[in-house]
């Protein structure tokens, strides 16, 4: 295509979407093979976004919002990590509810909290000190004010090839852990 007709294409273009735009009159739908974009951002009928589906860490991120421009909902992946999840926001944009999976196994953990704790109970793969791979399974309940769980029932490779442990820890009154077994 020549200068003059990339020109004249440009402005028939540039034309007819001002016109679209400026009379918020319905486009017409065409069929499209293919859309490249680093963002997509749906307006609702207020004129606030609904949703928004971007990149992000290396992966992609689909947000919906609420009534009042709050983010809501998070689903997506992130290359960093390996993680995929859904997460459930309050209006302050803490995880209310959230499912992850992370990788090489897909060792997935489900956090459900409230408006005072986030992640009050935590199921499925535990977080330890140790960072890949995942081999501590269980479920752990968190009080206020402090960083240590105050119930945890959980499983975690022993100490012999091939054997598994199995244990319950409670969080006394005074700080000190029961733990059984021993």
Avoid at 2 to 18: C, E
Avoid at 61 to 78: C, H, P, Q
């Amino acid at each position: 295509m020549n200068d003059f007709a990339k020109v004249l294409m440009s402005s028939l273009i540039g034309t007819m979407l001002g016109y679209a735009l400026a009379s918020r009159a319905p486009i017409a739908a065409t069929e499209a093979q293919r859309v490249e974009t680093k963002e997509l951002v749906v307006i609702g009928e207020a004129g606030r976004p609904v949703a928004r589906i971007a990149g992000r860490s290396g992966g992609a991120v689909l947000e919906i919002y609420d009534g009042t421009g709050n983010k809501a909902v998070e689903l997506g992946f992130e290359e960093v990590g390996s993680s995929r999840f859904l997460r459930l926001l309050n209006r302050d944009g803490r995880v209310l509810a959230g499912l992850s999976s992370s990788a090489p196994k897909g060792a997935a953990t489900l956090y459900l909290g409230d408006e005072d704790l986030q992640g009050r109970i935590v199921v499925g793969a535990i977080r330890t000190d140790v960072e890949e791979p995942i081999n501590d399974w269980g479920m752990e309940i968190q009080r206020r004010g402090s960083p240590v769980p105050a119930f945890s029932l959980f499983t975690m490779p022993g100490r012999a090839p091939n054997t598994w442990s199995t244990g319950i820890r409670i969080i006394k009154e005074d700080g000190k852990a029961w733990t059984a077994p021993n």
